[in-house]
């Protein structure tokens, strides 16, 4: 079992930075491929990013190209997500989750693990 801890959220102006960490913990040997999605009020969840086992490979929305950054270090058990120019639609809460996979992983039923949520709202 593995538990995921979002944390890093928080209310910040248009225009800013975020930066999101999830930490992982338990069955942490193991190859995961990582992403984060959001949850917008009223709106389905979405993937943002994914990285795979060993980052080489990214996948970033089309919303969030060249402003988010996913990031992952296997010896920390940790993977962020830096978040710049943020926009209003950014607002969401922005979940951490894992998939026991090595490649990149985009499709949301093939992740095994998920963290709580953190809650990022951006202010126009």
């Known amino acids: 079992q593995v538990l995921l801890v979002e944390s890093g959220g928080g209310l910040v102006q248009a225009g800013g930075s975020l930066r999101l960490s999830c930490a992982a913990s338990?069955?942490?040997?193991?190859?995961?491929?990582m992403g984060w999605f959001r949850q917008a009020p009223g709106k389905e969840r979405e993937l943002v990013a994914a990285i795979s086992w060993v980052g080489g490979n990214t996948y970033y929305a089309d919303s969030v190209k060249g402003r988010f950054t996913i990031s992952r270090d296997n010896a920390k058990n940790t993977v962020w997500l830096q978040m710049n120019d943020l926009k209003p639609e950014d607002t969401a809460v922005y979940y951490c989750?894992?998939?026991?996979?090595?490649?990149?992983?985009?499709?949301?039923?093939?992740?095994?693990?998920w963290g709580q949520g953190t809650q990022v709202t951006v202010s126009s």
């Open positions: 989750a894992a998939a026991r996979r090595w490649g990149l992983t985009t499709t949301s039923s093939l992740y095994d693990y």
């Open positions: 338990g069955g942490t040997s193991s190859s995961y491929a």
